[in-house]
């Protein structure tokens, strides 16, 4: 009776939230005069162009697990392993056993990505707990400043990190909940940083359809506080007021002009710095096997994502499995992930030729895996390639245990 209760609580929750979302799914980013400066100037933005740069931990929008990505980014409704950690919390729920991950993002500029994951299933399945950590690693970078923009012969270097726990719910064979809380950590220039507070949260609901799976699924991701940046190096030593400048002729001598302002010392303060809020995404997902036998079975997905940082983004990617024996597995994956916050066109309305790759292939993905159950453990490799237009391409490699 009292997991009832509970179930039935906890499915009108997500009920009222999913309707509370579907405001911000609908809003469009073209509505918000959000300009990323929360404490100041509303100065919205120019028509056509995204908030990307105006938000605080972008590193958070690395995809990770390679068979996501390798499906588009298609996987909110798909997922099913340790990677539902990232993807959707909910799909921990379908963990039967012990799982730990490891995904090195080999990212644009030279940049690198880490993220770890594991996951334990309890309460006889029922209940799965997890744990992540992510990490940015910035290599180090000459300053440059608008008087001396090839440089000032100086360097910085910085790091962002994500860490927190999980949990995801069996309310019944069909409905699954989760939810992740996670501490986010942006620091630059050495010890100056900023923090914020996320959660991540998701359900997927389950059943067949023409004998065969079919999810929806819908997640939020990294709804939280802002991030200001503070530390030492925004300290800085302020001395007494100039002469002159109107101020009173006594004022190297108060005792003698009482209208003079006193003498102050040197003093230090502290810069401010702007509010950023965090890149907070709503998705919608489906599933669907299109063909499943003994040794095959095709999946299909497709997606809605509402970003608060770029317009209305489309997702669809498809996997194709093929079982060699009841031991190995293989997969291709393919995908697509349309962001209409930039032009696709190869040259500008001047007819010059943008610089870096052709932009029209942005967001194609491909990739494959491979998966070996051996003595009751299972050990998965995959692989996915993303094509980023004008940037270079992301190669992403994921390894995961399970036992």
Known sequence: MLRKMATRAFVGAWVILSLAAAPTMAQGVSLQDYSGLDKYLGQGRPANSSFVGVRAAEFLTIPVGARGIGMGNAYTAVADDISAIWWNPA????????????????????????????????????????????????????????????????????????????????????????????YIHQDVWGNTGGNAFAIDAGAVYHTDLADREIKFAFAIQNLGTNITMSGSNLIKSVGPENKGGGLPSGYEDYSGDQQAFARRNRREVMWLTNTYRLPTVVKLSLAYSLFTSDKVNWLASAELWRPSYIPLSYATGTELTYAFDSFTTASLRMGWMIQTDEVTDATDMSGYAYQGDNPTFRGFSIGGGIQRDLYGKTIRFNYAYRNKGRLSADNFFSVALGF
Request: negative net charge; glycine residues 12%; aromatic residues 14%.
């Open 91 to 182: 799909g921990l729920g379908f963990i039967d056993q012990k799982e730990l991950m490891l995904t090195v993002v080999d990212y644009t500029l030279d940049l690198s990505y880490s993220y770890a994951a594991a996951a334990i299933p309890v309460n006889d399945g029922n209940l799965v707990l997890g744990a992540f950590f992510g990490y940015l690693d910035i290599p180090e970078m000459e300053i440059t400043t608008v008087s001396r923009p090839e440089g000032t012969g100086s360097t910085f270097n910085a790091y962002d990190f994500q860490m927190g726990g999980s949990l995801a719910y069996n309310f019944s064979d069909r409905f699954v909940g989760g939810v992740s809380l996670k």
